[in-house]
T-cell receptor, first 115, second 113 residues
Framework: DGGITQSPKYLFRKEGQNVTLSCEQNLNHDAMYWYRQDPGQGLRLIYYSQIVNDFQKGDIAEGYSVSREKKESFPLTVTSAQKNPTAFYLC??????????????FGPGTRLTVL | DQQVKQNSPSLSVQEGRISILNCDYTNSMFDYFLWYKKYPAEGPTFLISISSIKDKNEDGRFTVFLNKSAKHLSLHIVPSQPGDSAVYFCAAVIQHTGNQFYFGTGTSLTVIP
């Protein structure tokens, strides 16, 4: 089945450690996105990538980094510089970006808790 | 600055009745709007969308209405079912600038059996 996978579902890390969240899609989508969801807030865009080896900062990129070495993979690293890393992280993809709007398909999410 | 707002954090509706979820936006450049449904600990799933050239789009029990002059859209669910209980997010896009979605804060709908 085609879809987006995020692993792990739950992740615990000690304060000060970097952690990388995985996102893989086999939908052959060009664009991929990372969002963060906090209680009482909407989905806020962290980073997005429209093509391989290219990505742009979203609204809350500080303390995060990404890479897009392969079309199907868009890992997100939460660095120790991120002041409030505990959140639910969602990865999404869409067929293309720009022009006609394509629906974004979301993965199941990763709940990161920093102790 | 939140460009897409859902001012009702929660809504309770009796099964069989109509659920109306509202969404307001501030950027008049938005020209495509979507509604997503989200269950706890899962990713959002696409529900229905509407282009700014329309004022209504219907899909089964779900209808989205767009009032461009008021910068307001709403999602109507008729009849509401217990399985509709979830958090609903509206999203807005400026199509020609890319596919960056701006999401609202969500409304938690509870349908009471």
């Amino acid at each position: 089945d085609g879809g987006i996978t995020q692993s792990p579902k739950y992740l615990f890390r000690k304060e000060g450690q970097n952690v990388t969240l995985s996102c893989e899609q086999n939908l052959n989508h060009d664009a991929m996105y990372w969002y963060r969801q906090d209680p009482g807030q909407g989905l806020r865009l962290i980073y997005y990538s429209q093509i391989v080896n290219d990505f742009q900062k979203g609204d809350i990129a500080e303390g995060y980094s990404v890479s897009r070495e392969k079309k199907e993979s868009f890992p997100l690293t939460v660095t120790s510089a991120q002041k409030n890393p505990t959140a639910f992280y969602l990865c999404a993809s869409s067929i293309k970006s720009g022009g006609s709007t394509d629906t974004q398909n979301f993965g199941p999410g990763t709940r990161l808790t920093v102790l | 600055d939140q460009q897409v707002k859902q001012n009702s954090p929660s809504l309770s509706v009796q099964e069989g009745r109509i659920s109306i979820l509202n969404c307001d936006y501030t950027n008049s450049m938005f020209d495509y709007f979507l509604w997503y449904k989200k269950y706890p600990a899962e990713g959002p799933t696409f529900l229905i969308s509407i282009s700014s050239i329309k004022d209504k789009n219907e899909d089964g029990r779900f209808t989205v209405f767009l009032n461009k002059s008021a910068k307001h859209l709403s999602l109507h669910i008729v009849p509401s079912q217990p399985g509709d209980s979830a958090v609903y997010f509206c999203a807005a896009v400026i199509q020609h600038t890319g596919n960056q979605f701006y999401f609202g804060t969500g409304t938690s709908l509870t349908v009471i059996p």
